[in-house]
């Protein structure tokens, strides 16, 4: 039921996730640069995929939450899972503090 708020509410980490994959080097070129197709597809007010069907379905924000999808599913995942940790999306990997007091 909360899965969508706690989307939203991560949405912000998601965009920094991103700039953080442009930025590093080890994520390939070509994917860059298909992501910012992508992106021109989205911005752009010609609308190529108005006479496809099945395609005219899909609004702008369903194709930036694909193109966002497959970057993050087609960068290495060793760099994701890094950059993940690094805004806070994988709480499982962020290292704890240890807070245990210590003895006199």
């Given at each position: 039921?909360?899965?969508?708020?706690k989307?939203?509410v991560?949405?912000?980490?998601?965009?920094?996730?991103?700039?953080?994959l442009?930025r590093?080097?080890?994520?390939?070129?070509?994917?860059?640069?298909?992501?910012l197709a992508?992106?021109v597809?989205?911005?752009s007010?010609?609308?190529p995929?108005?006479?496809?069907?099945?395609?005219n379905?899909?609004?702008?924000?369903?194709l930036?939450?694909?193109a966002?999808?497959l970057?993050?599913?087609l960068s290495?995942?060793m760099?994701?899972?890094?950059h993940?940790?690094?805004?806070?999306?994988?709480?499982?990997?962020?290292?704890?503090?240890?807070?245990?007091?210590g003895?006199?």
């Amino acid at each position: 039921m909360f899965e969508k708020t706690k989307f939203f509410v991560q949405l912000p980490a998601y965009g920094r996730l991103i700039v953080r994959l442009y930025r590093d080097e080890r994520v390939p070129l070509l994917l860059k640069m298909a992501g910012l197709a992508a992106a021109v597809l989205i911005v752009s007010p010609l609308d190529p995929f108005a006479d496809i069907p099945f395609l005219n379905a899909f609004d702008d924000a369903a194709l930036l939450m694909l193109a966002a999808r497959l970057f993050f599913n087609l960068s290495p995942a060793m760099v994701l899972a890094e950059h993940r940790a690094a805004v806070g999306l994988d709480r499982a990997a962020v290292t704890m503090k240890n807070v245990t007091p210590g003895r006199p």
